[in-house]
């Protein structure tokens, strides 16, 4: 099966702790998103990877960080710096270069306790 | 700066309607527009891609429009159904790594 996998599911925080969110794909896909959604919102760009060992900040950067070694993996860090981490995280990847679409993995819902 | 709006941001129809979502995007030269589908809880799947030199894209009961110098795309939904129920949202792309996403319009399908 390919596809883009997300986890864990669901993830509890304390205050000041940070966190890793895993994201992986078995696509072959070059790039990798992570994005933000709150409710009632759309989704906001994180960070972005357009080849392994280069990301660049995306529009909400600011308290995450991210690392790019293995084509497959994204892993998404988020720190005790982020001033309001709950929220939904989505992870996608696409195939480049081209105009095709993003392929989006389930999501890991993070909650700050 | 780039927005998407989605109106109506909820929508509750009943089973057999015709129905048609709007997206607007504040700066034309997009690459592409695109519509996806998301499930309570759950990541989002593409439903069309219209690029930016097309005007529509059909998929079984689902066309989508694009009208570029108005800032406009519509989802129109045919005969819609119980399992249409979710929230459809669309992307206005802009290179090849920024999609711009609206916040979505709730869809629910009453039998």
């Known amino acids: 099966d390919g596809g883009i996998t997300q986890s864990p599911k669901y993830l509890f925080r304390k205050e000041g702790q940070n966190v890793t969110l895993s994201c992986e794909q078995n696509?072959?896909?070059?790039?990798m998103y992570w994005y933000r959604q709150d409710p009632g919102q759309g989704l906001r760009l994180i960070y972005y990877?357009?080849?392994?060992?280069?990301?660049q900040k995306g529009d909400i950067a600011e308290g995450y960080s991210v690392s790019r070694e293995k084509k497959e993996s994204f892993p998404l860090t988020v720190t005790s710096a982020q001033k309001n981490p709950t929220a939904f995280y989505l992870c996608?990847?696409?195939?480049?270069?081209?105009?095709?679409?993003?392929?989006f993995g389930p999501g890991t819902r993070l909650t700050v306790l | 700066k780039q927005e998407v709006t989605q109106i109506p941001a909820a929508l509750s129809v009943p089973e057999g309607e015709n129905l048609v979502l709007n997206c607007s995007f504040t700066?034309?030269?997009?690459?592409?527009l695109q519509w996806f589908r998301q499930d309570p809880g759950k990541g989002l799947t593409s439903l069309l891609l219209?690029?930016?030199?097309?005007r529509e894209q059909t998929s079984g009961r689902l066309n989508a429009s694009l009208d570029k110098s108005s800032g406009r795309s519509t989802l129109y939904i045919a005969a819609s159904q119980p399992g249409d129920s979710a929230t459809y949202l669309c992307?206005?792309?802009?290179?090849?790594?920024?999609?711009?996403f609206g916040s979505g319009t709730k869809l629910n399908v009453k039998p």
């Open positions: 696509l072959n896909h070059d790039a």
């Open positions: 996608a990847s696409r195939r480049t270069p081209s105009t095709d679409t993003q392929y």
């Open positions: 700066d034309s030269a997009i690459y592409n």
């Open positions: 992307a206005a792309v802009y290179n090849f790594n920024k999609f711009y």
């Open positions: 219209i690029q930016s030199s097309q």
């Open positions: 990877s357009q080849i392994v060992n280069d990301f």
